[in-house]
């Protein structure tokens, strides 16, 4: 939280002054917890009542870090235990820069192309009164689908 005053007074002076606390920028924020999480520190669970969290942080240092006791698992391949389906067979976009690319989703195990038929609504037209009167259409596609 970051504090926050106006003044207030005949002419500009600052003969009253109002104060209140503001959260910071949401973009600040997020910007500041992408930071602590490429950083974070992995406590052995060994040692972690032990007080000995990592040899080279000193204990005022680790209050300000984000720290884990288990790594995460891998979300690319499939674990039943965790409820994750992994990512192979999911579509992806092939020539996107995002989180939806080949090359994210896919985990580094490439990707096919594949032709993909299916069935859709189309062709809709509103009757008076009161539906809707659809064609089915057949739309037949190239996608890309991890390996």
């Known amino acids: 939280m970051k504090r926050r005053c106006k003044c207030h007074g005949t002419s500009g002076s600052c003969q009253f002054k109002t104060c209140w606390h503001v959260t910071p ?22 040692n972690k009542n032990s007080g000995a969290f990592h040899p080279r942080l000193n204990k005022k240092r680790l209050a300000r870090e984000l720290v884990y006791f288990e790594k995460s698992p891998d979300f690319c391949e499939r674990d039943t235990l965790v409820d994750s389906p992994g990512t192979q067979g999911r579509v992806c976009n092939k020539t996107s820069h995002q989180m939806d690319s080949c090359a994210s989703l896919c985990c580094g195990r490439g990707h096919n192309i594949l032709m993909q038929t299916r069935r859709e609504r189309c062709n809709c037209r509103f009757h008076w009164c009161c539906y809707v009167m659809c064609e089915e259409c057949r739309i037949t596609q190239w996608v890309n689908v991890c390996k």
């Open 25 to 46: 920028d949401f973009r600040a924020v997020s910007t500041l917890l992408r930071e602590k999480l490429q950083r974070a520190v992995f406590v052995n669970s060994r």
